[in-house]
C-alpha cells in the first residue's frame, strides 16, 4: 500500500521512514540554469544526480526535455496529456504511486513538477521540504551513480486525469493589468535572477520572491506566522497568479500560498519569457 500523504510538503525525516514503501516513487527533478537574466540557459542534471548523489532509489525527472514540450517557443512550456503521461510511466508512476518530489536548489524545479502532477489530476504527490540540500546536510544517506535496474512497473498503466485551471496564460494576466478580471501578481523570482538591464516586470505586481519563503540554512519552506506574513499583502485576494522568469519559481510561490490554504492560485506559464516578447507596449509605458 502506498504512503498516505497529509500535506504538499514531507519532511526528510517522513521520507526516511518511508523509503522503500510500495509504490512510492521518488523523483529528483533537479535542473542546471547556466547564466543570469535574458542570457539564462537550462540543462538536464542527471550528471550531477549521478556523480555527486541523489536519494537512494530517487530516478531522475527530466523536467527540461521530459516534462516540457521542448519544440515549445518557450522553456519549460508544460507538457500536453499524452507527453506526461508517457514521461510519468517512463519512471514507473502508476496510478496508485505516491511521489515525491526533490531537488538540488530551493525547491523551484520539485514545485514546478509538483504543480504539473496536480495540474493533470495527481494528488499524491508532494515535495521534500528543504529538497537535497537539507536530506545530504542532515547526514542521510545518499546514492552515487545511476539507477542500476529499470523500475519494475515501467509500462503499467497510467492515465491523467482532465487537465485543471491551475494555469495562467497572457490574455489572462494583461486582463488582470488592466483590472477587467481583478488577481493580485506575485513575482517570485528574485531581482538577482532576473539579470540586469531587464525589462520591466509585470504592472502591478507584488515581488515575493523565493528566497524570502525558504529557511536560508536548510531551504525549508517558512511555516505558520513566518510564511503567512511573507504573504500578507496578497493573502486576501480572491484570485492569485504567480510569475517568474520561466514559470519555475512561481511554482514555490504557488505551493507556499497551497500550503497557506489559498484555493484559487495559478501560475503564469511563460512568465516574463512570455510577457517580454508579447507586451512591448506595455513594457515601453
Known amino acids: 500500500m502506498a504512503p498516505v500523504l ?3 510538503l514531507v519532511s526528510t525525516q517522513w521520507l ?3 523509503l522503500g514503501a510500495d509504490e512510492l516513487v521518488v523523483l529528483d527533478a533537479s535542473v542546471r540554469a547556466v547564466g543570469a537574466g535574458l542570457g539564462t540557459a537550462w540543462e538536464s542534471a542527471q550528471d550531477a544526480y549521478e556523480q555527486h548523489g541523489h ?4 530516478r531522475y525527472a527530466d523536467l527540461v526535455g521530459a516534462f516540457s514540450t521542448p519544440d515549445a517557443d518557450l522553456p519549460f512550456t508544460r507538457p500536453d496529456a499524452e507527453r506526461f503521461e508517457a514521461a510519468a510511466r517512463e519512471l514507473g508512476v502508476t496510478n496508485t504511486s505516491t511521489v515525491v518530489v526533490y531537488d538540488d536548489s530551493v525547491g523551484e524545479w520539485s514545485a514546478r513538477l509538483w504543480w504539473i502532477f496536480r495540474s493533470f489530476g495527481f494528488d499524491s504527490v508532494a515535495v521534500l521540504d528543504g529538497g537535497f540540500t537539507k536530506w545530504r546536510d542532515e547526514g542521510r544517506p545518499v546514492r552515487v551513480g545511476a539507477l542500476r535496474t529499470a523500475p519494475s512497473d515501467v509500462g503499467a498503466p497510467f492515465l491523467a486525469g482532465e487537465e485543471r485551471p491551475l494555469w495562467a496564460d497572457h490574455d489572462r494576466v494583461l486582463r488582470a493589468v488592466t483590472g477587467e478580471q481583478p488577481a493580485s501578481l506575485v513575482l517570485a523570482a528574485p531581482e538577482s535572477a532576473l539579470g540586469t538591464g531587464h ?3 509585470v504592472p502591478g505586481s507584488t515581488p515575493i520572491a523565493v528566497d524570502t519563503i525558504v529557511d536560508p540554512d536548510t531551504n525549508a519552506y517558512l511555516r505558520g506566522d513566518a510564511l503567512e506574513r511573507a504573504f500578507a499583502s496578497v ?3 480572491d484570485e492569485i497568479v504567480t510569475y517568474c522568469g520561466v514559470g519555475s519559481a512561481a511554482c514555490v510561490d ?3 500560498l497551497t500550503v497557506l490554504g489559498h484555493d484559487r492560485v495559478t501560475v503564469y ?3 516574463l519569457a512570455d510577457w517580454w516578447r508579447r507586451e512591448p507596449e506595455v513594457v515601453a509605458s
Do not use: Q
Not at 55 to 58: C, D, E, F, L, Q
Open 254 to 256: 504557488a505551493l507556499a
Open 199 to 201: 525589462p520591466p516586470v
Open 6 to 8: 497529509t500535506s504538499p
Open 235 to 237: 493573502l486576501d485576494a
Open 16 to 18: 526516511a521512514d518511508h
Open 55 to 58: 536519494v537512494p532509489g530517487a
Open 269 to 271: 506559464d511563460g512568465s
